[in-house]
């Protein structure tokens, strides 16, 4: 099983401030792996797929990558409804596995 | 526009039975992928079951492995997850979630029915 190690588990920011998540996969994904935010009582919704390809819909300043093992996330400014979980996430493999979660939260 | 909607969950005791369906709209359903994404109350996500748009690759989480069972009905454009032998430990928000590409990059999910295993 891969296991998708993701940091920190929160990131304190203000509105206007960039975010850079790191998830971290125990073996190579060979790039596929996902990001996907988690609004209390939503379900989660993609972000990026494929280490960098933004899904429909997603803001530009949202960006993702990486390869291998290592991969990013970057939010380059906060916008107030960014403040959220994230979580990554592999398809390279079975089991699929999910990354335990980065809070972003407000400071 | 792509809406999916899960129905069955509830409470039930530890050992016993649930069958959740997902009713899917708006996509050709056989053409993708689907699978059932779990999220015990206030923890990570988890996958459980993958099934392919023909239904002939069925994929499982190994803790759930001869208790769940994946199905989907084409004609009714439903996803269904047979739950037997429940544990406290399966207590979780179940989403079906459905495949982009492959098995995993999940573009739309639905709202989610919460399980509850307990005496």
New interface residues.
């Given amino acids: 099983e891969i296991v998708l190690t993701q940091s920190p588990a929160t990131l304190s920011l203000s509105p206007g401030e960039g975010a850079t998540l790191s998830c971290r996969a125990s073996e190579s994904v060979s790039g596929y792996l996902a990001w996907y935010q988690q609004k209390p009582g939503q379900a989660p919704r993609l972000l990026i797929h494929d280490t960098s390809n933004r899904a429909t819909g997603i803001p530009a300043r949202f960006s993702g990558s990486g390869s291998g093992t290592d991969f990013t996330l970057t939010i380059s400014s906060l916008e107030p409804e960014d403040f959220a979980v994230y979580y990554c996430h592999q398809r390279a493999t079975w089991p699929l596995t999910f990354g335990g979660g980065t809070k972003v939260e407000i400071q | 526009e792509v809406q999916l909607l899960e129905s069955g969950g509830g409470l039930v005791q530890p050992g016993g039975s649930l069958r959740l369906s997902c009713a899917a709209s708006g996509f050709t359903f056989s053409v993708y992928a689907m699978?059932w994404v779990r999220q015990a109350p206030g923890k990570?996500?988890?996958?459980v079951a993958?099934i392919g748009g023909g239904a002939d690759v069925k994929?499982y989480?190994?803790s759930v492995k001869g208790r769940f069972t994946i199905s989907r009905d084409i004609s009714k454009n439903t996803l269904y997850l047979q739950m037997n032998n429940l544990r406290v430990e399966d207590t979780a928000f179940y989403?079906c979630a459905m495949s982009?590409?492959?098995?995993?990059?999940?573009?739309a999910?639905?709202?989610?029915t919460l399980v509850a295993v307990s005496s």
Avoid: K, Q, V
């Avoid at chain 2, 999910?109 to 989610?112: A, E, F, L």
């Fill in positions: 699978s990570g996500l988890e996958w993958a994929h989480l190994d989403y982009l590409r492959g098995y995993g990059d999940y573009g999910w639905g709202p989610g």
